[in-house]
């Protein structure tokens, strides 16, 4: 709201025009009031205005007394809103499942059976984390003091060649590592055995631990999903005919940084 006008000020037309809409201040509407009866032909031009203002909201009133239109009713319009939200979101989300299975990683060759075996490892990677990453004793079966029997152990149980990643730029230091049973997938009504699966333990010397998790498997795609589970998150993904997910109660952004750096080091050399 604007201040009011001195009371010198001259008598302008957006006073006037306040005059008919009644919202000048008293001192000001005093000095209108007195600058009409000294100016009848102003006086007579501001009636009219106030007739035309007074006939118009007559004529209007009847409309404004109606009942608003099921149509334009706030409920129905925010609905037909939120179903036109969801008609694009669910095309987008189209978009981006049919990307993600097929572009970046080859996934639409490998077709439902090859989804289904990752999102097992991916069980497999949450639940092998959730039962050895708060053990105290035993978190891990061969410690990184023996990294040549862990290495040689590893390698020999997934008959692949192993070498835990080094992650100490990251700030994790290896623990060591297991073997575990992994789940086997139903896939076309016919279950599949179960094959072995190595999990390393990481710390930061500071209580967080993460895991990850490596599974053979018959998959070549390279492309990052990225899961969460309460505050447990995984990120996984799959090359070399290899299921690889890192799992931890660290943020997204430091866990992606791991995932690639795990990946770089297999490339060169950790994994066939």
């Keep these: 709201m ?15 025009q306040a005059w008919v809409d ?22 007579a031009r501001l009636d ?16 404004f ?33 049919v ?27 949450v639940a092998a984390y959730q039962t050895f990453s708060v053990e105290v004793r035993h978190p891990v079966e061969v410690r990184a003091e023996e990294g040549a029997h862990l290495v040689q152990w590893l390698s020999n149980r997934l008959a692949l060649p192993l070498t835990p990643p080094d992650l100490a730029p990251l700030g994790f230091r290896l623990m060591g590592g297991r073997v575990l049973p992994a789940a086997g997938v ?6 599949a055995g179960g094959v072995p699966a190595a999990l390393l333990m990481y710390d930061d010397g500071q209580g967080a631990r993460l895991t990850v998790y490596v599974q053979p498997m018959g998959i070549d795609g390279e492309e990052f999903r990225y899961t969460q589970q309460g505050g447990v998150r ?16 660290v943020p997204q952004a430091g866990l992606m940084a791991v995932a690639r ?11 066939p």
């Excluded at 939200?85 to 981006?96: D, F, I, Q």
């Excluded at 139903?186 to 279950?191: I, L």
């Excluded at 995984?234 to 931890?248: H, S």
């Excluded at 750096?261 to 994994?271: C, L, N, S």
Aim: aromatic share 4%; proline share 5%; no cysteine.
């Design 261 to 271: 750096r795990v990946r770089d080091e297999m490339a060169r050399g950790g994994a």
């Design 234 to 249: 995984t990120i996984i993904w799959a090359e070399r005919r290899m299921a690889l997910a890192v799992t931890g109660q």
């Design 22 to 43: 009644r919202q000048l201040p008293a001192e000001r509407a005093a000095l209108v009031r007195a600058y009409l009866a000294a100016h009848p032909d102003q006086a």
């Design 186 to 191: 139903q896939a076309g009504g016919v279950q």
């Design 99 to 125: 990307a993600g299975l097929g572009a970046a990683g080859g996934w639409i060759g490998h077709g439902w059976a090859g989804r289904d075996r990752l999102q097992a490892a991916t069980a497999s990677a």
């Design 48 to 63: 009219r205005y106030a007739a035309q203002g007074q006939g118009l909201a007559a004529a209007l009133r009847t409309k």
């Design 65 to 97: 007394e109606e009942p608003v239109p099921g149509r334009l009713r706030a409920d129905a319009v925010l609905a037909r809103r939120r179903r036109h939200l969801s008609g694009h979101l669910a095309r987008a989300a189209a978009v981006v499942l």
């Design 2 to 16: 604007t201040d009011p006008k001195p009371t010198g000020t001259p008598i302008g037309e957006d006073d006037l």
